[in-house]
C-alpha cells in the first residue's frame, strides 16, 4: 500500500472529498466536462465531515460553510448572471469547498446556518412563468425566464431543478447534470438531491468515466456527511474507489464499515479482495481470523452470515502466503464445523493424508481408532465438502510435494473428467478443470493433466489459445510430437497475433529437423513482433505542420478560405488516378483495387504533406534574418513553424530506434521495423538469433546495405539543415528561458540516430546545449555537459579547462557545484585511469607496479575509442587535470588533500607559477583553520612558495603578470594581517597600471581588432588583463576602516571615479 493510502483506525476521518469543479465560466455548459475539475477539501473540512464527535449540529460551521455555496454554482450555470465577472476573478473553487469573504466565525459574527430568504414576488412570478413555458414545451422561453429567476434568488432549488428538467428535456445531459450539481448546493443536506445528481452522472459517463466517479464520490460523501449510517451508500462509494485504483481510501472505508457493522461478512470480502491487491495479505487474514472466532463461538444456527465462500477466501490466504500446509488444516477444521462437526477435533492429528473427507467410511475412516461410524450423518463428511474446497485440497497437496499425488488425484477424481454426459460437471465446474491441470502440470504430472485439459476442448468458456498452449506443452513433455503439434497449430490458426505460439512451434520444428518449417514459423513470430513495437495507430502526417501551412498559405492568399492548399495540380496527380489493374502474379492472389486505391490516398496524402514540410521551411528560412533581429511578432511565427517541423521529424520512428546502436538506414519498411524492435524482448532476440541460424543451416544470407543507398535528407531537407533548426530552435528557447523544451529538443536531437554516430554532429550538439545553459544560468546543466566532453575526449587538457571555466560563469561560490561530491568523484576517476594507464617505470620495482595495478584496475575507465573502437589510454599525466583537482579539493577547504595533488603537479613542472601559487595558498589557508597545528610552520611553508612564485613570474616581460605578484602578494599580507605590507604591495600594484596600459596600446595596434573592454581602464576597448581597480578598492577598505578617510578618498578619487 503506497504511504498516502495506509489505512489508519485510529483517525476517524473519512477519505477526501473530491469532485469536478462546476464553474462553467464564459464558455457555459458545453466546455464543463472538458477541464480539469479536481480539487479537495480544506482538510478541516474533511475532519469535520468524517468524525461524528466533532460533528457540530444545527450551528456547526460544516452546514454554515456549505450555505455559502449556492452563490457559486448559481452563477456558474449561466455566464450572463450578475455577480459572475466577480466570481471569476477570485480563482476557481472545488466543489465543495465555499468562497472566503472574510474571517468567518469571527468576534460579532454569528457561526452556523441562515435562515432561509422567503422568495421575492418577482421570482415567483418568473419561476410560475417559466415553468408553464416548459410545459408548453417552449424551452428556450423556459430557460430565460428561470435564468433570470435564479439570478434574483440563487439559494431556491427549485429553479435550479426546473432548469435541470429543461436541459434534460432537450437531450442536454451535461448541462442539466451542471444545473443540478450547482441546486444541490441550495439543499446541502437533503440526501435525495445528492442522490440524484450521482444517479444522472452515472447515466451520463463518457469516456472520461474516471472524472465522473470522482464526481458521483463527491456525491456520496455529501449523503454520507448527512447521514453516516447509510451503509449502502458506504458500500457504493467504497466500490467507486476500487473501481478508480484508490484501493488504500476503498480498504479504509471497509475497514470503518467493519467497525460499525463488526463481522460483516458482506464488507469481510470486500476488504479481503482489496488487501489482496494491496498485497497486505497478512492484514485481510487477522480481520477474518477476528471474525472467524466470533462466528465459531456461536451455533450454526446463529452464524448462518458466515457461508463455504468465506472458507473458500479464507483458505485462499495461505495460497498467497505459500503456507498450504496451514491451508489444509484450516480449510479442514472449518468445514467440520460447518458440516456439524465442530467437537470431532481428534482429525486435527490425522496431517498425512485427507481420509476425514473420503466419500464412504470403508476403508480408510473405519480404520482410524477413535472413528464412531454413526455418531455423525455420512452427510457430515465427504459428500458435504463443497466441490471447490475439495478441488482447492487437492491442489494444496500438491504444492506439499509429489508424495500426495494420489491423495491429489483422488480429490479431483470427484470432477469425473470421463463423464461426457450433457449434465456433466464439466459444464458447470470447467474452472475447476482448468485449476486442476494447471496444478498437475505445473508439478511436472503432465500425462495426468492431459485428462483434465481435454474435457474442457468441449466447452465454449474454456478452450482458449492458453488451454491448447497448456496441452502442448504436456504433450511435448510426454513426447507425443503429433499432438503437440496440432495444439501449436490450432492456435496459430485462430489467433494470428500469438508469437509466443509460433516461437513454440519453430523451436518444435527446428527440434525434429524441418528447418524451413521452423523458419517459416520464426519470420512470422519475428514479424508480429516488430507490428506490436510500432505504434497501434499510423502516423498523422504532419498534422500541425499541415494546419499552420494552411495558415501562412491562407495569409498570403489575402485571408481567402478558398485558397487552402490541397497540393500540386499536374501531371504528379494523374499517378494517383490511374485505374488500370494491375497485373496478377504468378501462383500468386489477385490484390484487389479497394487496398491499391487506398495506398495511392496514402501516398497522395504523404506527398502533399511532404509539399507543406518544404513550404514551411521556405518560410522559416525567410522570416529567419528578422527573427534574428529581434522582431517579437516574427520570433513567435519562426517558433511555431520550428516546433511544428520539428514535430514532424521526431514523429519519425525510424530516426530513433529502440536500440542505441542502430545505424540510419533509410525509410523502408524494413528499416522500420528494425528501429522500432523492442530493447528487451527477450523472445525476440531469441527469434532473431534463431533465425540466423536456421538461414545459415540453408545456406542464406542477409543482405548488406550499400551505404550509397541511404539518403542524406528528409523531406528535401538536408540534415545539415535539420540539425541547423533544431540547435537555432533550443538557442532562441533558451533566451525566452524556456529551459525545459530547449533541453528536450536537445537531448531529441542528441538520440537521433543520423546524428548521434557522428562526432562532429554531436560536439555541435553539446556545444549548443552548454550554450543554452549560459543563457539560462543553469549550473547544473554546465556540469553536466563538461562532463560529457571530459568522457568523449578522455585526457584531452582542453576539455578540463572548459570545466574549470564553465563553472566560474554561474551558480553560487558557497553552494558550487565545482567542488560538489559528483565532481570529486569524476575527476579523481579520471587522474586514476590515467595512473592506470601510464607506461610503467621500468626503474620501479616490480611489487610496486602490480601494488599499483590492482589498486586501479576495478576503478580505471577508458571512455574514449579510436576508430577500430579500442580504447585510448593516456601518454603522459596530464598536470592542468591534476592542479584542477586539486582546486576542487581547495574550494572545499580540503587543503591537506590538495596538496597531495597539487605537488605531484609540482614534481612534474616545477616551475608553474599556478602550482606554486597553489602550493602557497595551500598551506596558508590550512594554517588558519583551527585545528592546523604548527600554525608558524605552516605560514612559514606557505610564505616560501610564494616567493618562489614571485621569482618564477617576475622573470616575465610582460607587466601584467608582474601587477599580478604584487596583488597576490598583498592579498596574502592582507589576510594574515600585515597591513603594512598589503598597503605597500597595493601601492606597487598601482604604480603598475601606466605599464599595462601601455601594453594595452601595444596590443591594440598589433591586433587592430576591437574587443569590448572587460577590465582596466573603462574607456578602452581593448581587454587586457588589470589589477588596477581592485588593488584601488582593497586600498579604499584598508584605508577606511583604518579611519583614514583622506587617503581612502584620494584613491576613489584618482583609480575608482569613472
Known amino acids: 500500500m503506497s504511504e498516502n493510502e495506509d489505512v489508519d483506525m485510529d483517525s476517524g476521518s473519512e477519505s477526501e472529498l473530491s469532485a469536478s469543479d462546476t464553474s462553467c465560466r464564459k464558455e457555459g455548459y458545453d466546455d464543463y466536462y472538458n477541464r480539469n475539475r479536481r480539487q479537495t477539501y480544506s482538510s478541516e473540512l474533511e475532519t469535520s465531515m468524517d468524525n461524528p464527535d466533532l460533528h457540530i449540529s444545527e450551528g456547526g460551521s460544516s452546514e454554515s460553510e456549505s450555505l455559502e455555496e449556492p452563490d457559486q454554482f448559481s452563477e456558474d450555470v449561466d455566464p450572463d448572471l450578475g455577480l459572475y465577472g466577480r466570481r471569476a476573478r477570485r480563482g476557481r473553487q472545488s466543489i465543495g469547498r465555499p468562497y472566503n469573504f472574510g474571517a468567518r466565525g469571527g468576534k460579532g459574527i454569528k457561526r452556523g446556518?441562515?435562515?432561509?430568504?422567503?422568495?421575492?414576488?418577482?421570482?415567483?412570478?418568473?419561476?410560475?412563468?417559466?415553468?408553464?413555458?416548459?410545459?408548453?414545451?417552449?424551452?428556450?422561453?423556459?430557460?430565460?425566464?428561470?435564468?433570470?429567476?435564479i439570478q434574483i434568488n440563487p439559494e431556491m432549488f427549485a429553479a435550479h431543478s426546473l432548469l435541470s428538467e429543461i436541459f434534460l428535456a432537450q437531450g442536454q445531459k451535461d448541462k442539466a447534470l451542471a444545473a443540478l450539481f450547482s441546486g444541490a448546493?441550495?439543499?446541502?443536506?437533503?440526501?435525495?438531491?445528492w442522490m440524484k445528481v450521482a444517479k444522472l452522472i452515472l447515466e451520463r459517463t463518457g469516456e472520461d468515466r474516471t472524472s465522473a466517479l470522482q464526481d458521483v464520490i463527491y456525491c456520496y460523501s455529501r449523503v454520507i456527511e448527512i447521514d453516516q449510517k447509510n451503509y449502502d451508500i458506504r458500500f457504493e462509494r467504497a466500490s467507486v474507489y476500487r473501481e478508480l485504483g484508490h484501493n488504500g481510501k476503498a480498504a479504509q472505508e471497509y475497514e470503518r464499515l467493519l467497525k460499525d457493522l463488526p463481522h460483516n461478512t458482506t464488507a469481510l470480502r470486500l476488504l479481503a479482495e482489496t488487501y489482496i491487491d494491496l498485497n497486505e495479505v497478512d492484514k485481510a487474514k487477522s480481520r477474518y481470523d477476528e471474525s472467524i472466532a466470533y462466528y465459531m463461538s456461536l451455533t450454526l444456527e446463529e452464524a448462518t452470515d458466515f457461508t463455504w465462500s468465506d472458507v473458500n477466501i479464507y483458505v485462499e490466504f495461505f495460497s498467497y502466503l505459500d503456507d498450504h500446509e496451514q491451508g489444509i488444516f484450516m480449510l479442514k477444521s472449518l468445514s467440520r464445523w460447518l458440516l456439524g462437526r465442530k467437537d470431532n477435533v481428534e482429525w486435527d492429528d490425522i496431517v498425512e493424508d485427507d481420509r476425514e473427507f473420503d466419500a464412504e467410511h470403508f476403508p480408510r475412516r473405519s480404520e482410524v481408532a477413535f472413528f464412531v461410524p454413526n455418531k455423525y450423518p455420512i452427510e457430515s463428511y465427504g459428500s458435504g465438502l463443497p466441490l471447490e474446497l475439495r478441488v482447492k485440497l487437492g491442489i494444496y497437496r500438491l504444492k506439499l510435494g509429489l508424495q500426495y499425488r494420489e491423495e491429489a488425484l483422488s480429490h479431483f477424481s470427484w470432477l469425473n473428467p470421463d463423464d461426457s454426459s450433457e449434465g456433466a460437471l464439466l459444464y458447470d465446474f470447467g474452472d475447476l478443470f482448468r485449476e486442476a491441470g494447471d496444478a498437475l502440470k505445473d508439478a511436472q504430472l503432465h500425462q495426468d493433466a492431459i485428462l483434465f485439459y481435454l474435457p474442457l476442448q468441449r466447452t465454449h468458456e474454456y478452450a482458449d489459445t492458453s488451454l491448447f498452449m497448456s496441452m502442448a506443452e504436456c504433450y511435448v513433455a510426454c513426447e507425443n510430437d503429433e499432438a503437440a503439434e496440432n495444439c501449436y497449430l490450432t492456435v496459430v490458426e485462430y489467433d494470428r497475433n500469438n508469437i509466443v505460439a509460433r516461437a513454440k512451434l519453430a523451436k518444435f520444428y527446428e527440434k525434429l529437423g524441418m528447418i524451413e518449417q521452423a523458419l517459416k514459423y520464426v519470420n512470422e513470430a519475428i514479424e508480429l513482433g516488430r507490428q506490436e513495437s510500432m505504434p497501434r495507430r499510423r502516423r498523422k502526417f504532419g498534422s500541425r505542420a499541415l494546419q499552420l501551412a494552411r495558415e501562412f498559405r491562407s495569409t498570403e492568399s489575402g485571408g481567402n478560405s478558398l485558397a487552402i492548399y490541397e497540393g500540386p495540380i499536374g501531371a504528379e496527380i494523374e499517378n494517383w488516378r490511374t485505374t488500370t489493374p494491375p497485373a496478377s502474379v504468378p501462383g500468386g492472389l489477385v490484390t484487389s483495387a479497394a487496398p491499391l486505391s487506398k495506398k495511392r490516398r496514402q501516398a497522395k496524402e504523404e506527398y502533399v504533406g511532404a509539399d507543406h514540410i518544404r513550404y514551411l521551411y521556405s518560410k522559416l528560412l525567410d522570416l529567419?534574418?528578422?527573427?534574428?533581429?529581434?522582431?517579437?511578432?516574427?520570433?513567435?511565427?519562426?517558433?511555431d513553424i520550428a516546433d511544428a517541423l520539428l514535430r514532424d521529424f521526431r514523429s519519425n520512428r525510424v530516426f530513433f530506434p529502440m536500440q542505441r546502436n542502430m545505424i540510419f538506414s533509410g525509410y523502408s519498411r524494413e528499416a522500420q521495423r528494425k528501429a522500432g524492435r523492442l530493447k528487451s524482448t527477450t523472445i525476440m532476440d531469441e527469434m532473431e538469433e534463431m533465425a540466423g541460424r536456421l538461414q545459415a543451416t540453408l545456406g542464406k544470407r542477409t543482405p548488406e546495405i550499400d551505404p550509397a543507398t541511404i539518403p542524406n535528407d528528409y523531406h528535401s531537407i538536408s540534415f545539415e539543415q535539420w540539425l541547423d533548426i533544431f540547435l537555432e530552435y533550443a538557442l532562441v528557447l533558451s533566451g525566452q528561458g524556456q529551459s525545459e523544451e530547449a533541453y528536450d529538443t536537445l537531448s531529441a536531437a542528441a538520440d537521433a540516430s543520423i546524428w548521434y554516430h557522428s562526432k562532429p554532429s554531436k560536439v555541435q550538439i553539446y556545444t549548443c546545449w552548454f550554450t543554452c545553459a549560459l543563457r539560462l544560468k543553469d549550473e547544473e546543466t554546465l556540469s553536466n555537459i563538461s562532463r560529457w566532453f571530459m568522457k568523449e575526449y578522455q585526457f584531452v587538457t582542453d576539455t578540463y579547462r572548459l570545466f574549470a571555466t564553465l563553472s566560474r560563469l554561474c551558480g553560487d561560490p558557497r553552494k558550487s557545484l565545482f567542488h560538489s561530491s559528483p565532481s570529486m568523484k569524476f575527476m579523481l576517476r579520471q587522474i586514476k585511469a590515467i595512473d592506470y594507464t601510464l607506461p610503467d617505470d621500468p626503474l620501479r620495482p616490480t611489487q610496486t607496479r602490480r601494488t599499483r595495478a590492482s589498486v586501479f584496475q576495478e576503478r580505471a575507465t577508458l571512455t574514449t575509442k579510436d576508430a577500430s573502437g579500442q580504447p585510448i589510454p593516456a601518454e603522459d599525466m596530464d598536470i592542468p587535470l591534476l592542479v584542477l583537482y586539486g582546486h576542487i579539493l581547495y574550494a572545499g577547504t580540503s587543503f591537506t588533500n590538495a596538496l597531495n595533488y597539487f605537488f605531484r603537479a609540482y614534481a612534474l613542472a616545477p616551475e608553474n607559477p599556478v602550482v606554486l601559487l597553489s602550493i602557497g595558498l595551500s598551506y596558508i589557508h590550512h594554517s588558519l583553520k583551527r585545528q592546523s597545528d604548527n600554525r608558524h610552520y605552516l605560514i612559514m611553508q606557505g610564505l616560501s612558495f610564494m616567493q618562489e612564485y614571485r621569482r618564477v613570474r617576475e622573470k616575465s616581460p610582460i607587466p601584467q603578470e608582474r601587477q599580478e605578484v604584487e596583488f597576490n602578494f598583498a592579498r596574502v599580507w592582507q589576510m594574515l594581517g600585515l597591513t603594512h605590507l598589503a598597503v605597500l604591495g597595493y601601492h606597487r600594484c598601482l604604480a603598475l597600471s601606466e605599464e599595462v596600459e601601455a601594453e594595452r596600446e601595444r596590443f591594440k595596434k598589433g591586433k587592430k581588432i576591437p574587443v569590448t573592454a572587460g577590465g582596466g581602464a573603462p574607456s578602452k576597448d581593448v581587454w587586457v588583463e588589470d589589477f588596477t581597480r581592485e588593488a584601488a578598492f582593497a586600498l579604499q577598505c584598508l584605508y577606511s576602516f583604518s579611519e583614514e578617510t583622506k587617503l581612502a578618498k584620494e584613491v576613489t578619487d584618482r583609480w575608482l571615479v569613472i
Open 113 to 149: 446556518p441562515r435562515k432561509p430568504l422567503e422568495p421575492s414576488l418577482e421570482f415567483k412570478n418568473l419561476h410560475s412563468e417559466a415553468t408553464s413555458a416548459f410545459i408548453d414545451a417552449d424551452y428556450e422561453r423556459a430557460t430565460v425566464l428561470v435564468k433570470q429567476a
Open 185 to 193: 448546493h441550495t439543499r446541502p443536506k437533503d440526501p435525495s438531491v
Open 624 to 639: 529567419e534574418q528578422a527573427m534574428r533581429e529581434g522582431q517579437e511578432d516574427v520570433t513567435e511565427d519562426w517558433l
